[in-house]
């Protein structure tokens, strides 16, 4: 049993991911505003993560400088309150399909930047140099297919969906928007402000955890510095009162989910699995956050999925297991002694290195 249980655990991760991807737009189609959403699951996540923080981290955590906290507050304005501002009103005027499959352009954008910064190496005259640049390649296929080209529709097999039959007329008008064009494009040109911000947001972490590795600590703050923000973006673009208010519905499922699911039980699965593993092994399961995100949204939401969508999606899984096999291979060759032209890294850049390419694996830790 214990063989499997990495297995398990990294299905688990991604059917929480399908779940906050589902339950965020199911949100947005009752409409809720997404800078209110983004404000109160960010809180709910500081809340829930700094008394682990507190308890866990009390003696062992690394003190904290001013030039840090600084560092660690502008990182959280890059990668969490632009970024997922950005994704979420990407969603409401795409799909949750859509938006399941950008994901998976993550773990290559990451390779890029770290490729921009001399955090990892390409040679293109290698079998693994070419398959990391082939991925590059068909991740950018993959984008402009989802932005550019719809085609036929595939109509569901069911007309009974369990997160639809209470939206709001506001919700129904933006599920119904989200179908033209105009409205599409600009989702999913927001998707990609969103990747390459999550992107640069992951390569400069792994920078800022060498000097300060107590991660805990270093989630709370980043929490607790986006709940912040979003609360003066939220204030600034939403004047009605009504839409800060909380009843018994989805709205509070979804904001609970965050908060809990995501930001605190996905976190501990996510090292689980890296450290029985490898990082390789959690990045290649991201594809299957688009299978269930699909199924869930025709099941549960009644969207319509256009066959642009799926090929797509298959062009962005095809891209990360490219690179992901690039690097695999490469680290094998290293490990059996084949590529001798390397220099010995020092021990400070090699920490950096495994801190750039553990993040590489944890794509969606604060989305």
């Given amino acids: ?22 339950l965020s737009k199911a949100a947005f189609n009752r409409g809720m505003n997404s800078y209110v959403f983004v404000f109160y699951r960010q809180m709910a996540g500081a809340l829930f993560m700094s008394p682990l923080a507190m308890i866990f981290e009390r003696k062992s955590a690394t ?18 309150t632009l970024a997922i501002n950005a994704y979420c009103i990407a969603l409401t005027y795409t ?21 921009l910064l001399r955090m990892e190496k390409v040679k293109i005259k290698t079998a693994a140099g070419i398959a990391k640049v082939a991925g590059l390649v068909v991740c950018m296929t ?16 069911l007309h009974h969906h369990l997160l639809e039959s209470h939206y709001s007329h ?20 927001l998707l990609l402000v969103s990747i390459i911000c999550w992107s640069l947001w992951l390569v400069l972490q792994a920078q800022l955890l060498v000097k300060y590795p107590a991660k805990l600590r270093f989630t709370s703050l980043q929490c607790l510095s986006s709940a ?7 204030i600034a673009l939403e004047r009605d009162p009504s839409q800060w208010n909380l009843g018994w519905n989805i709205n509070l499922l979804a904001i609970a989910y965050c908060g809990i699911m995501v930001t605190g039980v996905s976190y501990y699965l996510q090292a689980y ?16 956050n688009l299978i269930i995100t699909v199924i869930g949204s025709v099941l549960l939401l009644g969207e319509v999925i256009s066959l642009g969508s799926v090929l797509g999606g298959i062009l962005l899984a095809a891209s990360l297991y490219s690179v992901l096999w690039g690097k695999s291979k490469e680290q094998k060759s290293m490990e059996n002694g084949t590529c001798l032209s390397v220099p010995v890294q020092p021990e400070k ?6 801190e750039a390419e553990a993040t590489i694996a944890e794509p969606t830790l604060f989305v």
């Avoid at 699995?273 to 594809?287: D, R």
């Avoid at 850049?349 to 495994?354: F, M, N, Q």
């Fill in 273 to 288: 699995v890296i450290e029985k593993k490898g990082p390789v092994f959690q990045a290649m399961s991201q594809p299957l």
């Fill in 95 to 115: 799909s949750a399909a859509l938006g399941a499959a950008s994901i998976n352009c993550l773990p290559v954008g990451t390779f890029f930047f770290a490729v």
């Fill in 170 to 189: 506001q919700g129904q008008q933006q599920a119904h928007d989200s179908s033209s064009g105009h409205r599409w494009i600009i989702g999913c040109f």
């Fill in 349 to 354: 850049e090699r920490a950096h290195l495994k």
């Fill in 63 to 80: 003190p904290l400088s001013v030039v840090t906290f600084c560092k660690i507050f502008m990182l959280s304005f890059l990668g969490i």
């Fill in 1 to 22: 049993m214990g063989s499997t249980k990495p297995y398990l655990a990294v299905i688990f991760i991604q059917i929480i991911y399908a779940g906050m991807i589902l």
């Fill in 228 to 234: 912040a923000q979003s609360f003066v973006v939220a």
């Fill in 142 to 157: 993959g984008v402009a297919v989802l932005c550019f080209y719809k085609g036929p529709q595939l109509k569901p097999f």
